[in-house]
C-alpha cells in the first residue's frame, strides 16, 4: 500500500528554524519531493531529492534516507510569508512516469 | 505563474451534470497531469499524458476521463457528477515523464456541485 505521514500541524515563530517530517512507505520509489502551497493557490516546487543526504537551496534544505523511509524539510530564517501548508511527494511506478503520491500536508503557521 | 494556464477558474454545476476541464500546459512541455484536492482526501493523482499516450493512472473514477490533443493541451471530462466530486482540480506539466520531473502546477478549477 501507500503511505505518506506529515504532522498535520506546526507553529513556529519568525526568524526561527522550523523541520517538517515526513515519512513514507510506498510500492516504488523514483524520488521525493516538496511542494509548498498557499491556501487556494497552486503547488510550486521547493526541492527534490532521490538520493540520500541534504539538499540546500537558499532558505531551504531537504533530507531523504531511503533505507528509513523518511525526509525532512528544514526552513531558516523564518518568514511571516512561509506560513503555507508544505507538501511531501513521493514518485512511485516506474522510472518513466510522473506519478506522485502526495501526503496530507503539513499547515505551517509562522508568528511575529 | 507557472505557465500552466487551466479553464474555467471556476465552475458551479449540478449533480448528475457533465463538465470539461481545460489545462494548457508551459511551452515545450510534453506530459500533462491531473490532480484532484479535497479538503478531506488532499492531493490525489488521477492521471498522467505524455505526448498524447496515457502514461500513468490513479485511482480515477470510471465517470471520469482525460485526453491529450496533438497541441498538447488536455481536457479532463466528469460526468454523473455527485456532490462528492466537489474539489480544486489541478493541472500540472513537465518537460518528460521520467527522472528528475519537475511539475509545474496550474492554477486550479474550483468545481462545486450542487
Known amino acids: 500500500g501507500q503511505n505518506i505521514d506529515q504532522p498535520t500541524e506546526m507553529t513556529a515563530t519568525e526568524g526561527a528554524i522550523v523541520q517538517i517530517n515526513c515519512t513514507y512507505q510506498?510500492?516504488?520509489?523514483?524520488?521525493l519531493f516538496w511542494y509548498q502551497q498557499h491556501a487556494g493557490e497552486a503547488p510550486t516546487f521547493l526541492s527534490y531529492n532521490v538520493l540520500d543526504g541534504l539538499e540546500e537551496k537558499g532558505r531551504f534544505s531537504s533530507f531523504l534516507s531511503r533505507s528509513k523511509g523518511y525526509s525532512y524539510l528544514l526552513l531558516k530564517e523564518l518568514q511571516m510569508k512561509d506560513s503555507a501548508s508544505y507538501l511531501c511527494?513521493?514518485?512511485?511506478?516506474?522510472?518513466?512516469?510522473?506519478?506522485?503520491?502526495f501526503g496530507q500536508g503539513t499547515t505551517l503557521q509562522v508568528k511575529p | 505563474d507557472s505557465g500552466v494556464t487551466q479553464t474555467p477558474k471556476h465552475l458551479i454545476t449540478a449533480t448528475g451534470q457533465r463538465v470539461t476541464l481545460r489545462c494548457s500546459p508551459r511551452?515545450?512541455?510534453?506530459?500533462v497531469y491531473w490532480y484532484q484536492q479535497s479538503l478531506d482526501q488532499g492531493l490525489q493523482f488521477l492521471i498522467q499524458y505524455y505526448n498524447g499516450e496515457e502514461r500513468a493512472k490513479g485511482n480515477i473514477l470510471e465517470r471520469f476521463s482525460a485526453q491529450q490533443f496533438p497541441d498538447l493541451h488536455s481536457e479532463l471530462n466528469l460526468s454523473s457528477l455527485e456532490l462528492g466530486d466537489s474539489a480544486l482540480y489541478f493541472c500540472?506539466?513537465?518537460?518528460?515523464?521520467?527522472?528528475?520531473?519537475?511539475?509545474?502546477f496550474g492554477p486550479g478549477t474550483r468545481l462545486t456541485v450542487l
Open positions: 500540472a506539466s513537465s518537460p518528460s515523464s521520467g527522472g528528475y520531473n519537475e511539475q509545474f
Open positions: 510506498t510500492s516504488g520509489f523514483n524520488g
Open positions: 511527494a513521493v514518485r512511485e511506478g516506474s522510472s518513466n512516469t510522473g506519478k506522485l503520491i
Open positions: 511551452s515545450g512541455d510534453l506530459s
